[in-house]
């Protein structure tokens, strides 16, 4: 059983920058992608993008395009989820996950796609 624990979050005003990071507990040999979701109070969990685990290349919702981006570092199993010119909307918590997509381009924001889901880290971005 692959175990995500994320780290990282925390408040910053608006146009600043945070990273997460996401740790697997193993090399999750069983996933195809990783990435992040997030939630808003009030609002259903979202999708925020993925990093593909052969190749490295990333996919992104609109709302996030061009300010988030996301990396990997296989041999510590981890992605980061760098964000920048972050904005109120942006607050949320912020879930790592993992899975085995086969059809990535039709199911890539579909939470029952992925298998491993981590808790949770809260960003607050205040203005």
């Known amino acids: 059983q692959v175990q ?4 990282g979050g925390g408040v910053v005003q608006v146009g600043g920058s945070l990273r997460l990071s996401c740790v697997a507990s ?3 040999f069983d996933t195809t992608v990783m990435g992040w979701f997030r939630q808003a109070p009030g609002k259903e969990r979202e999708f925020v993008g993925l990093i593909r685990r ?8 609109e709302a996030v395009k061009g300010r988030f981006t996301i990396s990997r570092e296989s041999a510590k199993n981890t992605i ?3 964000m920048t010119r972050l904005e109120p909307e942006d607050t949320a918590t912020y879930f790592c ?4 997509i086969v ?3 039709k199911y890539y924001a579909t939470e029952s796609k992925y298998t491993y889901w981590g ?8 203005s």
């Open 54 to 61: 052969i190749g490295g290349s990333g996919l992104y919702a």
């Open 26 to 28: 193993d090399s999750a």
């Open 4 to 7: 995500l624990v994320e780290s």
């Open 119 to 126: 808790l949770g880290t809260q960003v607050t971005v205040s």
């Open 80 to 82: 980061y989820l760098q």
């Open 97 to 100: 996950v993992a899975g085995n």
């Open 103 to 105: 059809y990535l381009s």
